[in-house]
T-cell receptor, first 112, second 110 residues
Framework: KAGVTQTPRYLIKTRGQQVTLSCSPI?????VSWYQQTPGQGLQFLFE???????NKGNFPGRFSGRQFSNSRSEMNVSTLELGDSALYLC???????????FGEGSRLTVL | KQEVTQIPAALSVPEGENLVLNCSFT??????LQWFRQDPGKGLTSLLL?????REQTSGRLNASLDKSSGRSTLYIAASQPGDSATYLC?????????FGAGTRLTVKP
C-alpha cells in the first residue's frame, strides 16, 4: 500500500513568488492535514481538509491556502513568499475522524 | 490552549541501554496521543497511537504509556540501538486540534 506522496521534494523560490505543493494521501484516507516545520517554531498546524472541505485552520496568514480534490489529493499554496516561509512542509493523511496520522516525506522550500 | 512539552530536548546513551522519553500536556481532555520518530530531513513515522481510553501500547521494543490525569505520556525504548537515533515527537489530539511537542533528539552511541 503506497504511503503519502508529496511533490516536489525540494524547491527554491525568491521572495514575492508563489508556490504550490501537492500531497497524495494513502488510498482510502479522506482527511489531509498540512504542517510547517522550522527549527525555531517546530511543527505548526496549517489546515486540515476532509471531503474537499476545510475542517480546521491554524494561525497562519491568508497567504497560506489549500484545497482538496474529489480524489482526496490536496494542494497548498503560498503566495507572496517571504524569507520566513522557508521550511519543511509536511502533509499527513488519515481515515475519517480523530485518528492515526501518516506523514509524507515533506517538501523542503527555500525562499531566497 | 493545549501545550505539549518534551523533556529532555536531547539525550545521548550508549547502545544497549533502556531509556524513557517524556511528554507532558496541559489539557487532559485529549482524544488520543501519538508518538512519532523523525530522521533528519525526513517526514514523521508513526510509532504508537494511544487512545484516551487506553493506558499503554506496545510495539516491539517500544512501549508508550498514558496518564491523562497527570497530563503525561512516556515512551520506553528497550535495548537501544544506534538505528534508534532520531528525533522523537509526541502529539496530542483534542477539539479538532493536533499539537506537537518540540521533540527529544536521541543519539545512541555504538
Amino acid at each position: 500500500k503506497a504511503g503519502v506522496t508529496q511533490t516536489p521534494r525540494y524547491l527554491i523560490k525568491t521572495r514575492g513568488q508563489q508556490v504550490t505543493l501537492s500531497c497524495s494521501p494513502i488510498s482510502g484516507h479522506r482527511s489531509v492535514s498540512w504542517y510547517q516545520q522550522t527549527p525555531g517554531q517546530g511543527l505548526q498546524f496549517l489546515f486540515e481538509y476532509f471531503s474537499e472541505t476545510q475542517r480546521n485552520k491554524g494561525n497562519f496568514p491568508g497567504r497560506f491556502s489549500g484545497r482538496q480534490f474529489s480524489n482526496s489529493r490536496s494542494e497548498m499554496n503560498v503566495s507572496t513568499l517571504e524569507l520566513g516561509d522557508s521550511a519543511l512542509y509536511l502533509c499527513a493523511s488519515s481515515l475519517a475522524g480523530p485518528r492515526e496520522l501518516f506523514f509524507g516525506e515533506g517538501s523542503r522550500l527555500t525562499v531566497l | 490552549k493545549q501545550e505539549v512539552t518534551q523533556i529532555p530536548a536531547a539525550l545521548s546513551v550508549p547502545e544497549g541501554e533502556n531509556l524513557v522519553l517524556n511528554c507532558s500536556f496541559t489539557d487532559s481532555a485529549i482524544y488520543n496521543l501519538q508518538w512519532f520518530r523523525q530522521d533528519p530531513g525526513k517526514g514523521l513515522t508513526s510509532l504508537l497511537l494511544i487512545q484516551s481510553s487506553q493506558r499503554e501500547q506496545t510495539s516491539g521494543r517500544l512501549n508508550a504509556s498514558l496518564d491523562k490525569s497527570s497530563g503525561r505520556s512516556t515512551l520506553y525504548i528497550a535495548a537501544s540501538q544506534p538505528g534508534d537515533s532520531a528525533t522523537y515527537l509526541c502529539a496530542v489530539y483534542n477539539n479538532n486540534d493536533m499539537r506537537f511537542g518540540a521533540g527529544t533528539r536521541l543519539t545512541v552511541k555504538p
